[in-house]
């Protein structure tokens, strides 16, 4: 950040107000017209006539803008965005993200007195970069009210690399200024953020709902014709310039093995060869003693791999075992079925330089199940954390805690501790440049308790899903959304782990033929989960301290 960097720091700010434009010092006012597609048309105008390195639009109902406040964010060069939509009625909308992405860590919004990583941006009151307001393209003009337009000006900055949140500093009182959500606009936002498919989808959910079909009917038809005459912006990404970092940092190396020794041989041969030598690697093996092969460790004692024997397989209580442990002031994760880099240590400390974050998270490439998104080959706000391929200061555990171990040889601890950090305020980044190829091993590590992912397990009798799964969403989200995450995720789960979003409509329609033969053990191994799922609810987050 240019902060951090002794870099001089330009605070002019363009004033963009919804009216009469306040009295302002710090660059040029103007007025926006209250009809939201005139607004559009006048900011894109000024945004090609030289404006200010900041743009801020305000509403004058809200009195001054707080000059000394917005100058101390834009001094802080934590994000490219800053606004008060939670404190002016935008928390939670629209409604039907939940039937989408419903356990996303983008649907849930961070306490707006702490503020955080949070899209749901009001035009109302948003100090925003200028380029990269320019970057993605302005204003969608397709919108007719500025509720809407600013909802799906957030998400766009948020999903092309901008970080994007709420201060508490702009509007400090909860209020409600933002004008009601249309329906035209609701689903112009659906279809500009996730595609016809969804917005179809979640316009039945939604005409169930709301048990007005012609009303939700309409305003389907008229964003379908918006969409028609306003083409969806095709933005550029927002990028920052590489930061310095300190190359003799001190980086521990956590990495747990279960039955892969001849995977972990060649890993531990690439973090030998690091640009930035870790202090120390901690090997958590948890094979059993008869099988344990001592004599790799004694071989590399000198280039600082260190085993931790593990009796009790599990991988956040090995996880949280190597943390106390560490000696080092970085903590980088890595799993036993990956290939890495040279640079993989640099490229993460480099990251967390360049975006001030708490917490970084690479680019896994998987040799098997989903193709690599188009998201992960640049910078932005992550949308979940990965133990396997991830770092950051040992001192955040002293502030959040351990790994929770209730999430031992199940799923979702990783997102769940990404989670954690993310609505205390903090950021968490990914990094396209720290890339580890994810070997996806067919034996040992989780694979030993019979687990592909969190909804797809080599045992057709057990639990589905994976109990940890509904532990998560029950943690953190309504009951709404996690009825949805539970529908959706069984529906995904027709198809094998290797045609993972690559199935066929055939295909589609022969898994599903053959689920309807095996509905009653589905049932029954749904109700199991949720059993166990409640079980671990009661018992409680089980996080341990870092000891000092």
């Not at 934590?78 to 935008?90: M, S, T």
């Not at 306003?230 to 956590?254: K, M, N, T, W, Y």
């Not at 640009?275 to 344990?292: A, G, M, Y």
Request: contains cysteine.
């Amino acid at each position: 950040m240019a902060a951090d960097r002794g870099e001089a720091v330009d605070e002019r700010i363009d004033v963009l107000a919804w009216g009469t434009p306040p009295a302002w010092s710090a660059g040029r006012a103007l007025l926006l017209p209250l009809h939201y597609p005139a607004a559009a048309r006048t900011v894109a105008g000024h945004l090609a006539d030289d404006p200010a390195p900041w743009t801020l639009f305000w509403h004058p109902r809200l009195g001054a803008p707080p000059l000394e406040d917005l100058r101390a964010l834009v001094a802080s060069g934590a994000a490219e965005a800053w606004h008060g939509g939670l404190a002016l009625g935008l928390a939670g909308l629209p409604d039907e993200h939940d039937y989408i992405h419903p356990t996303s860590p983008f649907v849930l919004d961070p306490d707006p007195e702490v503020g955080g990583t949070c899209w749901r941006l009001s035009l109302g009151a948003a100090l925003v970069r200028t380029d990269a307001l320019k970057a993605v393209g302005g204003l969608d003009g397709g919108f007719e009210g500025a509720t809407g337009a600013g909802l799906e000006l957030g998400r766009r900055l948020l999903e092309r690399g901008a970080v994007v949140r709420h201060s508490s500093a702009l509007v400090p009182i909860v209020g409600c200024l933002s004008e009601p959500l249309s329906e035209r606009d609701r689903f112009l936002f659906l279809r500009r953020t996730f595609g016809r498919k969804w917005v179809v989808y979640a316009s039945v959910r939604r005409a169930l709902a709301t048990r007005h079909p012609i009303r939700v009917a309409r305003g389907l038809a008229a964003s379908g014709r918006a969409a028609a005459a306003h083409p969806a912006i095709q933005p550029g990404l927002v990028e920052r310039p590489p930061a310095p970092f300190d190359r003799a940092a001190r980086v521990s190396v956590v990495l747990p093995t279960l039955g892969r020794y001849e995977l972990l041989r060649p890993l531990l041969a690439q973090l030998g060869r690091q640009t930035v030598p870790p202090l120390e690697i901690l090997v958590v093996d948890q094979n059993d003693p008869d099988r344990r092969d001592e004599s790799l460790y004694a071989a590399l004692a000198s280039k600082g791999v260190i085993p931790i024997f593990q009796d009790v397989k599990g991988q956040w209580v090995s996880r949280n075992a190597a943390v106390q442990q560490a000696r080092g002031d970085w903590v980088a994760f890595v799993d036993d079925d990956s290939e890495i880099e040279p640079d993989f240590i640099a490229a993460h400390l480099e990251g967390i330089a360049r975006y001030g974050a708490e917490l970084s998270t690479g680019a896994s490439l998987a040799v098997v199940g989903a193709p690599v998104p188009d998201n992960y080959g640049f910078f932005r706000v992550a949308d979940q954390w990965d133990s396997g391929n991830g770092m950051c200061r040992r001192s955040l555990f002293a502030e959040m805690g351990l790994f929770d171990e209730q999430y031992d040889r199940q799923r979702r601890g990783d997102a769940e501790f990404g989670l954690r950090v993310q609505l205390s305020g903090r950021l968490v980044v990914h990094n396209p440049n720290a890339t580890r190829v994810h070997l996806k091993a067919a034996e040992g590590g989780l694979r030993t308790f019979g687990q592909w992912d969190g909804f797809r397990s080599k045992d057709r009798s057990g639990p589905l899903p994976v109990p940890s799964m509904l532990y998560f969403s029950a943690t953190y989200h309504s009951r709404r959304q996690q009825r949805e995450d539970l529908a959706l995720g069984l529906v995904h789960a027709l198809v094998p782990y290797h045609l993972k979003r690559r199935a066929t409509p055939v295909q589609w329609a022969g898994f599903l033929a053959a689920e309807l033969v095996r509905l009653p053990s589905l049932v029954r191994r749904v109700l199991t989960s949720r059993r166990l799922a409640a079980e671990m609810v009661q018992a409680g987050p089980h996080i341990p301290k870092l000891a000092l």
